[in-house]
């Protein structure tokens, strides 16, 4: 048989071998993709970022073309995109997605997945209902598939990740799984986010809680107070500029109180302005008692009167928090501006608010003795636990948020110190830290494990600072405590998702180039091996295709289990993805290497007991040895991947280790798919043409393109080599494509010459022949050409043919309705089906040379091809005999009545000169033989 335009037959393989390969490469990409994901999850700094870094990962899978994510817009209607990667980005711009079911475009994909928080799997989006009104504006894209799946913060929806494929059916349940896990990270990024802003507001509160605490215990006079505060809120806030303003005596104007920032000229401008509603924001918030946000002061109109002003001072927006007295009276107003528009955030607002409390508490003691009243009434409703200990620790105040916290009554902890809520689990050199700081007169922070009083464990982040009188004297110690449990569980379950396989808890590609790298460091200091092993098992898919990923999920965690209890523990077993596992071996040697690997195939092909089933598996195992086969891990990972390989090729369930011949063919493999990629730019195909005979009277009938490929540096390369590594390398697509057009054009000018009947015969590849836009391009490429559909015949394998008989069938049926003759390749080989062969749309049988080589001293070979004709004769198709060399087999062949025959006999495939030579002698241009349409 002739593989893709090879004219010489390809190498056995297994049946089944390349759609195993492929799938479990697709699986292998889909984990790949799934891990990058998840690091970028670890390593992502914000929301934004996160988001653009999933799209721009996701794409990178096979048959993902666009992916997109959306969040809830303020209206809480409607669904907008955030971040999007991919081919099509344009198909979002003003995109309408609803989640309102009762509207047109809320019953989509994304409204159903995000209504009802459960994925939505559009595995056919042309014909799927729910995308109807999205159809005409994805035409242009060409959608095959899509998918929407929820994210959550906190438990709760709010947006969706989008996904649209180029292929029909593109989620399959293994990636339906993935997709699924890797909205799960998401939803664990997004809660990690919360927490974090949440801790950072919680910090900043924290830390403004104890700067103001410590400043009301000052003996600082009023104006030095305000003054810090401003300065302190404009330390948290970022680009802020803040102001405190006063109520005047006659409490009719406002006073200047703290505006360190603002120009001299505005604050002049503003101080004794009348309190009025409507006019400005601190006069409106003082005049009504409530809070002002605006957020663009040239487009508002309380800022109207004083709008240039404004804009000579640089004030893009402004928002003013009113502080109240302890009778419920304004007595003043903290406003924060801004250089530029700005919208505040709740956490914002937060800390204005809190900070115009303790404003008001430091106004107040100046003013009255209700000082100690107001502290303890902000001190008790404090979300944070805060103690006040005398200098020997002994807790002297606890308000309700310990109590709360620890379990324990505040009558229970008076009197007592803080060790009885200690676990033990705190390490004595924070303790030992915390009083050397203390001791010094400074402040201390840190993290305690503590136990409540029901023995629960938890987390408080501690904030400890001395009390001094107004003569420096330290008196007491103020500590104020946050609960940080469910923050440090997020962190460790981000940290395990970064560092192991979530389906077995092995270590993961991370954790494993880690280790490696400071195993490498170790044996190079002591000049020692290290082994380097690819472990792969063989025929898995039909496990999981049989049996269902569940069970197959189940054998990997048990066999992961089984091989980790045979490993020493300085070695580390890491599942790569899909049934891919790396086992690293620090110490090993070849020999070490050797006995390791053949203890691991006994130890993998015993039998499995999952659930009802007894399961047996073997694997391939590749070896890379340090130094000789590599000095660093990646060229130790890579080559044991290549040694695996060719364990496969040796037969699988075998072991073989890394040599310098797989090297050689590892470098030729990337030399030949890299020079392949530009082989059409650069103009180095060519098509070689062979004569087809007609046996009934020696005349040419037709001819087959066969591809021949000159490379500069590589030489003539066989098509037995590259057309296989385009096949597998996705090239196959573009080198098919210019082949077809090439041989078109040239079959046209023959015609054109007059040579009007002769017939083009064009192999396809299995990939070719199964992309769904073949005919289109078929036809595309014969409309450019103006090149009759019926001269043009296709070569299709058998084994290609058999692979997806029905899909075989739709296909040959359309390109049969274009006019596009169909024929099949290497016939005899590939195990072919009556039932189906009747059902091809084909007219030609071409009988295998390998079959024809021998007709004339092998009876089994003669018998073969005389019932081959015979039954091509009794289906009526037409039978064409390639390979034929010598006298004897053409006359066996007349004799059996096969009506064509083409090979060295006649002629070698010949460059188009050649040919047009051969041509012009064996049939002038002004005969024409027979039709080619009869």
Not at 25 to 47: F, G, H, P, T, W
Not at 647 to 667: C, D, I, L, P
Request: with cysteine; aromatic share 8%.
């Amino acid at each position: 048989m002739e593989n893709s335009y090879t004219g010489r037959p390809p190498p056995a393989m297994h049946p089944g071998d390349a759609d195993s390969l492929t799938k479990n490469r697709r699986i292998n990409q889909l984990y790949k993709s799934l891990m990058q994901c998840n690091q970028a999850i670890v390593r992502s700094d914000s929301e934004q970022i996160l988001f653009a870094k999933i799209c721009r990962n996701v794409v990178n899978f096979d048959c993902m073309k666009m992916a997109c994510i959306s969040m809830l817009d303020e209206t809480g209607q409607q669904l907008v995109s955030v971040a999007a990667d991919g081919d099509g980005t344009d198909y979002l711009q003003q995109l309408p997605i609803s989640i309102i079911a009762e509207t047109t475009y809320g019953r989509g994909p994304s409204g159903i997945a995000f209504r009802e928080n459960r994925p939505y799997w559009c595995q056919d989006f042309q014909h799927d209902p729910a995308t109807l009104p999205w159809r005409e504006r994805a035409t242009r894209f060409d959608w095959k598939a899509c998918a929407a799946l929820p994210l959550h913060r906190k438990g709760m929806v709010i947006g969706t990740i989008n996904l649209y494929a180029d292929q029909v059916d593109a989620f399959d349940e293994t990636t339906r799984n993935l997709l699924i896990e890797l909205a799960i990270d998401i939803d664990y990024a997004l809660s990690r986010f919360e927490l974090e802003a949440e801790r950072q507001h919680s910090l900043k509160m924290k830390t403004l809680r104890v700067f103001m605490l410590e400043l009301m215990t000052s003996e600082l006079p009023l104006k030095e107070i305000l003054l810090n505060v401003v300065y302190q809120l404009e330390a948290i806030i970022p680009d802020s500029l803040c102001s405190i303003m006063l109520r005047d005596k006659d409490s009719l104007r406002l006073r200047v109180g703290a505006a360190p920032s603002l120009p001299d000229f505005y604050n002049a401008a503003i101080d004794g302005m009348s309190i009025s509603l409507g006019i400005g924001c601190c006069p409106n918030t003082i005049a009504s008692g409530t809070r002002t946000i605006v957020s663009d002061i040239a487009q508002d109109p309380l800022w109207t009167a004083f709008a240039s002003i404004a804009a000579k001072a640089e004030l893009g927006s402004c928002w003013s928090e009113p502080i109240f007295s302890a009778d419920a009276q304004v007595i003043g107003a903290f406003a924060v501006y801004h250089r530029s528009p700005y919208t505040p955030e709740k956490y914002d607002l937060q800390l204005i608010e809190t900070a115009a409390h303790f404003v008001a508490i430091a106004i107040e003691r100046k003013q009255s003795e209700a000082f100690l009243r107001k502290l303890s009434h902000a001190v008790e409703q404090s979300s944070n636990a805060i103690l006040i200990t005398d200098l020997d620790g002994v807790i002297e105040y606890a308000n309700t948020a310990f109590s709360l916290n620890s379990g324990y009554a505040i009558d229970e902890v008076l009197g007592k110190k803080p060790s009885l809520h200690r676990s033990g689990k705190t390490p004595r050199a924070t303790y030992a830290d915390m009083w050397a700081h203390l001791a010094r007169g400074e402040s201390w922070h840190g993290e305690f494990i503590n136990r409540r009083k029901n023995g629960s464990e938890h987390v408080d982040l501690v904030h400890i600072s001395p009390v001094r009188e107004a003569d420096g004297r330290i008196t007491h110690y103020l500590a104020i405590e946050e609960d940080i449990t469910d923050r440090k569980n997020a962190q460790a379950r981000i940290k395990y998702l970064a560092h192991y396989d979530v389906l077995t808890g092995l270590p993961n590609r991370v954790l494993l180039d880690e280790r490696a790298h400071h195993a490498l460091q170790v044996a190079e200091k002591n000049r020692d091996a290290l082994a380097v092993m690819f472990i792969d098992l063989d025929h898995f898919k039909n496990i999981n295709d049989t049996l269902g990923h569940s069970l197959g999920d189940a054998l990997l965690l048990a066999l992961s289990q089984r091989l980790q209890l045979a490993l020493r523990s300085e070695d580390t077993l890491s599942r790569l993805g899909g049934d891919e596992f790396i086992l690293l071996q620090p110490g090993a040697n070849r020999e070490d290497a050797r006995k390791t690997a053949q203890q691991l195939m006994d130890i993998i092909k015993q039998p499995y007991q999952i659930g009802p089933h007894d399961l047996s598996v073997m694997a391939s195992i590749g070896i890379a040895v340090y130094p000789e086969d590599g000095a660093d891990f990646e060229t130790l990972h890579k080559n044991a991947d290549v040694a695996m390989y060719r364990a496969k090729e040796a037969g699988r369930n075998s072991y073989q280790f890394f040599t310098q011949e797989m090297q050689e063919r590892s470098t030729r493999y990337l030399k030949i798919v890299n020079a392949l990629r530009q082989a059409v730019e650069l103009h180095q195909l060519e098509l070689h043409y062979q004569p087809q005979i007609s046996l009934s009277d020696e005349k040419i009938i037709g001819a087959e393109a066969l591809l021949r490929w000159r490379h500069p540096e590589l030489g003539n390369v066989s098509p037995a080599e590259f057309i296989p590594i385009a096949e597998e390398s996705g090239l196959i697509m573009q080198i098919g494509e210019w082949v077809l057009r090439t041989a078109v054009r040239q079959a046209k000018a023959w015609h054109e010459r007059g040579y009007t009947a002769l017939l083009m015969a064009v192999n396809l590849s299995a990939v070719q022949f199964r992309h769904a836009g073949l005919p289109d391009l078929v036809m595309r490429i014969l409309n450019e050409a103006d090149f009759p559909p019926q001269y043009l015949e296709l070569e299709l394998t058998e084994g290609v043919a058999m692979h997806n008989p029905q899909g075989a069938i739709a296909m040959m049926n359309n390109l049969h309705a274009h006019g596009v003759r169909m024929s099949i390749d290497d016939f005899g080989t590939g195990y072919s089906s009556l039932s189906y062969l009747k059902k091809f749309k084909v007219y030609k049988l071409k009988i295998d040379q390998s079959f024809v080589r021998d007709i004339s001293s092998d009876a089994e070979d003669r018998a073969l091809v005389s019932a081959i004709i015979g039954m091509a004769k009794s289906l009526g198709l037409q039978t064409i005999a390639e390979g034929v060399e010598t006298v004897e087999q053409l006359a066996f062949l007349r004799a059996e009545g096969c009506h064509e025959a083409q090979g060295y006999h006649y002629s070698k495939p010949l460059p188009v000169a050649a040919f047009e030579d051969f041509l012009a002698a064996t049939l002038p241009a002004v005969r024409v033989l027979r039709s080619a349409t009869r």
